[in-house]
Structure formats: C-alpha cells, structure tokens
C-alpha cells in the first residue's frame, strides 16, 4: 500500500509567534485522531525548523525542507545541506518546486541531484513536477512531465522507488484554480505509467501528491481519485482550521 501525505508547504511565510500558535493549534486539532497511514508534513521556512523541532508534540506531524542543496558541504552560499535538514529533524524535503524551477533556473538535472543527495542524506526527497499552461494548451505536458521524470530516473535508476512525486500544474499554483479531478487523475495516471515503465515495483510504491489551490472543499475529491496519494497544500496551510480540515478529509477518503 501506498503512503498517504499531506503536506504544508509555508514558503516564505511565518514567524516566530505565528509559529507557535499554528503548532499548537494543529496539535489540538489532531490529538484525538487516529492517522495509522497518514503523515502530515510541515515545511516551513529552513531558520524556523528548530522552533518548530521543538514544538513537536506527541502528534503525527513531520517536518520537510522547502528545498536541499546537491552538495553535501563547502562553499555554497545561502545552500542548506541535507545533513542540516536531518539534525533539525526533517524526515523530507520538497526538491524542484516550481517556484524553484522557474525563479533560480533549477533545471531537471539538478533537480535530480537534489533528490540523490537527499536520499543520501537519509530525507525522502518530494519531487515537484507540472506543466505551464502553455505547454497544456500546445499539446506539450506529457512530453514536460516525461522529460521531468526521466531525468530523476536516470539519475537515481533503483533509487527511485524511494522517492515521492508531486504533480503541481503551474497554472494552478496559488491562482484558486485547481485541476479538475478529471485532469488531477489523468496527470496522475500518466506520471504513474512513467514510473511503471521503469518498474512495476516503482509505478506500484510511489506516491504521487497533488498541488495547486488544494483547499478543504476540494480535498476530499481529490483524494478519492485512485493515482492521488496526497496533497501538497501551499495557501490553505497558513490556516490552521484550513489545513485541518484538510487533513481531516483525508481520513474519509480511500
Ligand atoms: P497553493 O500552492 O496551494 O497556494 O496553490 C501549492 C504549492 O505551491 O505547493
């Protein structure tokens, strides 16, 4: 079976005030449920990691890094280390986001050594993958997604089963508009038959979260459909009701 995860990316949002009183509230809200095959994942802004190590209380919530460098350690300005991201406990970490793509030219094959040196590191890299409009309305998407995918294959081969993928359209990042169920589950399908043509075993064990104005009204739906594993949640994880009740509505999924 599969991993379920929702995960919460910040960004570049939060301090140290707002922090604490997301965490606690998270914490009431998830204390008295049981996960058994769900994680929740925070991924706050690489500074407030061990203020937020530190609130972790006995609920089911993990911390992710928003990105990870493909070095291990030198002279790499502003770069965090997978090691680092280990000792502040991160058990994740989001690597290829499309913010990271498209603002700091992150181009497939360092996104692919982002994900190695995290797995090296002993983090499960989540890799972001996702068209622009443009390339969905010129017919381009699943030869982008393809090319996003193979370069991590080639790059980990076997490793790959260890990874996880997010399906983020661009053109649903922060917009409030989502893809379609329709449209989710046929990306999600295609990317899975990606995998699968590389191994069955790979195409069967990872999961694939979707991105894009994931909101409480839409989760549910979203995660009955039979290649979504998850969510990648951005705006309506700076709310904790929100983001509760998204994961809540997890639970009454499949
Ligand atoms: P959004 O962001 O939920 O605000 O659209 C998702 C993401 O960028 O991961």
New binding site residues.
């Given amino acids: 079976m599969r991993k379920k995860l929702i995960v919460a990316?910040w960004?570049l949002n939060g301090n140290w005030a707002f922090n604490e009183v997301m965490m606690s509230e998270l914490s009431l809200g998830l204390k008295e449920v049981q996960w058994h095959d769900l994680e929740i994942i925070l991924c706050p802004p690489a500074v407030y990691l061990q203020q937020l190590n530190g609130l972790m209380t006995d609920v089911p919530i993990l911390l992710g890094g928003q990105d990870v460098s493909e070095q291990f350690f030198g002279a790499y300005t502003g770069e965090t280390s997978g090691q680092m991201l280990k000792e502040f406990g991160c058990r994740y970490t989001?690597v290829g986001?499309?913010?990271r793509r498209v603002r700091h030219q992150e181009q497939n094959e360092l996104v692919a050594l982002k994900a190695k040196t995290a797995l090296a590191c002993g983090l499960i890299p989540i890799i972001?993958v996702g068209e622009t409009l443009e390339e969905r309305d010129s017919g381009k998407m699943n030869a982008v997604i393809q090319q996003q995918i193979q370069s991590v294959i080639d790059c980990l081969k076997d490793d790959i089963s260890e990874v996880v993928f997010?399906y983020?359209p661009i053109w649903?990042?922060?917009?409030g508009i989502t893809a379609t169920v329709d449209q989710a589950q046929e990306a999600h399908a295609f990317i899975r038959g990606v995998l699968q043509q590389y191994s069955e075993l790979c195409g069967q064990k990872v999961s694939i979260l979707y991105?894009?104005?994931?909101k409480a009204d839409n989760a549910q739906v979203l995660l009955g459909t039979p290649d979504i594993d998850g969510l990648?949640?951005?705006?309506?994880?700076l709310m904790s009701s929100e983001f509760l009740a998204i994961c809540l509505s997890s639970l009454n999924s499949k």
């Fill in positions: 990316n960004k989001l986001h499309s913010e972001c997010a983020e649903a990042i922060g917009t991105g894009g104005s994931v990648l949640v951005g705006g309506s994880s």
